[in-house]
């Protein structure tokens, strides 16, 4: 349905990430120019890369850790999306049942361990990103939606989730949306946060601690040098090259081009969007409640994700995933219209009390999908580099706990972490182009005509289910 109001809220929408365009960014620090050693290099400065560095000088104050960033910290993924920190590491309780069954109570402890964990050092550094242990309340729109969602309280009850399933009353006194037919409330789960300002905070942190940190600088190339590596950056003054000599490395490139060929098989960048609206005037917010501040989610194939910020604004997101034939990653391709029209549209139809308001900031990112939603990880140059990548849509807690990961592959040493099934297992590969392409684009096709049947999966997604292969954000 198109609205009549969508053109006009979205006609002086600043083209770019909301949480990046604020007066706190900090100024970039300088690029590397010539040679320098270090005993840890970080390549990204990601939260991935960011918690690396600072849980490896937490650890150990000695050690010299470098990071080096492409653009500046937090300008990608971690500085544009929709700040839920879950405790999950599986990409949602369901995924991990179906993939770990074996393990899932421990990764269930460990989830909980490192939200924990996020919340602690956010308190320690003092960092200022609006942490808030609101929960995720997630919605249903269609009747058919009704049964899953319990189906998943069920569930999150038996692994000790703090739930409770709301009819259409009650998850309309929460929020108001007259599409909203039940929910579900995981009241402990998920924790909202500010994503860029947790990104910024976290290099502060990793400064204070003596890591040394060159942004727009990009790793080119990565070789062996004796019992080191090598790596080769462009970037410096003038675009001067600049060389670190390393005993370790980790990548924490996300959906970037990998500096290791392999991870290419299991890898695919997918553009995700969202809108950011005006602060809310007193009589707009009374109008939707929302007292809670939960966040929020639609529980379709193709769902929307949205949040309150600490001003009072909404954050709206999701819905289409967009891949690009060849993993095809380009500046111009986080602003899309088509998608920023539809999603203001189901916007207006979530809050139609809410006409007249206008958005502020369009943006997409990339998320790192792989077949099995979740972080997988591994190392390579006999255990000198360890990486860890395929976060999906849910990288925000995970991303810490991928930092341990790989602090204790370098360790070398097995460890509680390195003996997990998630940590040793692989994804299954995509599929070279053009099947990758072609497979992508027919299960995207599939999952929107679920959503538009009832849920009913057609022989493909059937086949897929059954190979425990998928598409996700
Ligand atoms: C629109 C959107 C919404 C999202 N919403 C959520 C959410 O609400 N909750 C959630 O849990 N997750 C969400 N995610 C996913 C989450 O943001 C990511 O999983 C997480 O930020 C990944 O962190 P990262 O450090 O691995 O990657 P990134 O933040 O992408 O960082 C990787 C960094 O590596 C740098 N780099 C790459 N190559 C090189 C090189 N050769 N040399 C030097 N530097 C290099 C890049 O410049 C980049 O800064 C969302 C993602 C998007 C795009």
């Known amino acids: 349905m198109k609205l009549p109001h969508t053109g006009r809220a979205l006609a002086d929408a600043a083209p770019v990430p909301y949480w990046l365009d604020r007066p706190e960014r900090p100024d970039p620090l300088p690029p590397l120019a010539g040679p320098h050693d270090a005993d840890l290099l970080v390549v990204g400065g990601g939260y991935s890369g960011l918690w690396t ?17 492409a653009g500046t910290c937090g300008w990608a993924a971690s500085g544009r999306n929709g700040g839920f920190c879950a405790a999950s590491l599986t990409h949602g309780l369901a995924n991990g049942v179906d993939r770990f069954p074996g393990e899932i109570d421990e990764l269930e402890r460990l989830g909980r361990e490192n939200l924990a964990a996020i919340a602690a050092t956010v308190a320690r550094h003092d960092i200022d990103c609006d942490f808030e242990r609101t929960g995720e ?14 189906e998943d309280a069920e569930l999150a009850r038996r692994y000790g989730h703090d739930v409770r399933l709301l009819d259409r009353d009650e998850v309309r006194a929460e929020v108001d949306s007259p599409t909203y037919l039940g929910g579900m409330w995981d009241r402990d789960r998920v924790a909202l946060l500010d994503p860029a300002k947790l990104a910024w905070g976290l290099r502060r942190a990793a400064l204070d601690l003596g890591v040394r940190l060159h942004e727009h600088t990009r790793v080119t190339g990565l070789r062996r040098d004796g019992g080191a590596l090598r790596a080769t950056t462009a970037g410096g003054p003038d675009g001067a090259p600049g060389v670190v000599r390393a005993r370790q490395v980790v990548l924490a490139t996300n959906a970037f081009p990998p500096l290791l060929r392999r991870l290419r098989a299991w890898l695919v960048p997918v553009y995700d969007y969202a809108l950011m609206t005006e602060p809310l005037t007193p009589v707009q917010r009374k109008a939707i409640g929302w007292a809670n501040r939960q966040g929020l989610a639609d529980v379709g194939n193709q769902f929307h994700y949205y949040r309150i910020t600490a001003d009072g604004r909404i954050l709206f997101g ?11 990653m380009a500046p111009e391709l986080a602003q899309r219209p088509a998608t920023f029209t539809a999603l203001a549209e189901h916007f207006f139809t979530t809050f139609p009390q809410l006409a007249g308001l206008r958005f502020s900031h369009r943006w997409g990112g990339v998320i790192d999908t792989c077949t099995r939603f979740c972080a997988f990880f591994g190392t390579a140059y006999e255990g000198r580099l360890a990486y860890a990548a395929g976060f999906t849509g849910l990288g925000v807690g995970a991303t810490r706990f991928g930092a341990r990961v790989m602090l204790d592959l370098l360790g070398g040493k097995e460890t509680p972490l390195t003996r997990l099934d998630l940590v040793r297992s692989k994804p299954l590969p995509f599929p070279p182009e053009p099947f990758r392409a072609a497979g992508i684009n027919l299960t995207r096709w599939s999952l929107a005509r679920a959503d538009a049947r009832q849920g009913r999966r057609n022989g493909w997604l059937r086949t897929l289910d059954r190979l425990g292969l998928g598409f996700d954000s």
């Open 53 to 69: 560095a600072l849980l490896a000088k937490e650890a150990d104050p000695d050690r010299d850790v470098l990071l080096v960033e």
């Open 137 to 150: 309340l997630a919605v249903a729109v269609e009747p058919y939606q009704l049964a899953g969602l319990a």
């Open 318 to 328: 999701g819905y289409d995933a967009v891949y690009h034939y060849g993993n095809r």
